[in-house]
């Protein structure tokens, strides 16, 4: 009887503990701090998906009750809550190296805090998304994520047509065998058709060059060139007071707004560096100008860098390029 007594305390204690015991923890933060926490975790990720002895949930930390600036205390909803125990869930279940779909899981977990940190306003690395998005593209090349597709009309018309440009060159073949003139024949219109191409190529490009002169020769100042020399002028402001970041932050806009006023896209602000990049025709001379003038901003401006004067002159000098072309 006496024992039996003891148990119920004991279980009435455990009970009174378990109701007594807080829940998950919310910590008020702004959207800085949210976003930094954002930028801890996803660090966290990385070394999970380099070490299994890294995936410790307790990490995480607590959860996160955002309060949205700008928003007085009348609005709706002027904050949300942000629970991170499915991450901790993902973080458990990738301390086994050798868990099925444990790249998996924390390529997603990785994809899901990248755009997380893009509606916080927080652009994620882009290097750190390239990797996520190879190892996701090697998870999915596994031999259980190929499906087998049927061809398209298409495929099928191009192989159709492939197969009688075979059969047409056969039938050529054996006529040449039977008529031994019509190989030098073939060959000389080959050649006067590749002169009179070239021809025409060189007569259009110099017809270009001459409108090119004329045009620039009664061209007058755009307001996108005007735009563009501006931030120039402020590029070299900053470089003078040795602001090497904001120099090189103004070269970079001087040569979008000056693309942008070519008509090589649509004005849109919304647009990341290297979609800028992605609108030029791959390969060309402008391509690869604003690719380089790209990376060095993207280096310097979203890497958090220093940067110095040799920065700012390759800065200028692909500039300089990109207006003369």
Known sequence: MGSLSRYKLYLAAVLMAALAAPAAALRPSSMAEYAAHLQNLRSLVEKCEAMAAACDPAQVGDDDQVKLDGLGAG???NQFDAVYDWL???LKAARDPKATG???????AAVRLDNALREAGTRPGEGRFADARKKADAILSHPEFVTANDQSIWEKIIARFFLWLDSLFSHVASFGRRSPWIGPLIEWALISLALAGV??????????????VQAEASRKIEPWDEASRNWRNLAEERAARQEWREAIHC??????V????????????????REYVALLEPGSRRWSLLREQTRGFERI???LNPGDASDYRSALEVH??????
Request: aromatic content about 12%; overall charge positive.
């Open 75 to 77: 609005a709706n909803a």
């Open 199 to 212: 021809t025409l190529w060189v007569m259009r490009t110099l017809q270009r060059q001459r409108l090119a």
């Open 258 to 273: 000056m693309l942008e006023g070519r008509r090589f896209w649509s004005s849109n602000r919304s647009r990341t560096p």
């Open 320 to 325: 300089e390029q990109l207006r003369s072309e």
């Open 301 to 303: 401006w979203y890497g």
């Open 88 to 90: 901790r869930d993902a």
């Open 251 to 256: 070269l970079y806009w001087a040569s979008i």
């Open 102 to 108: 444990r790249d998996a899981n924390l390529a997603a």
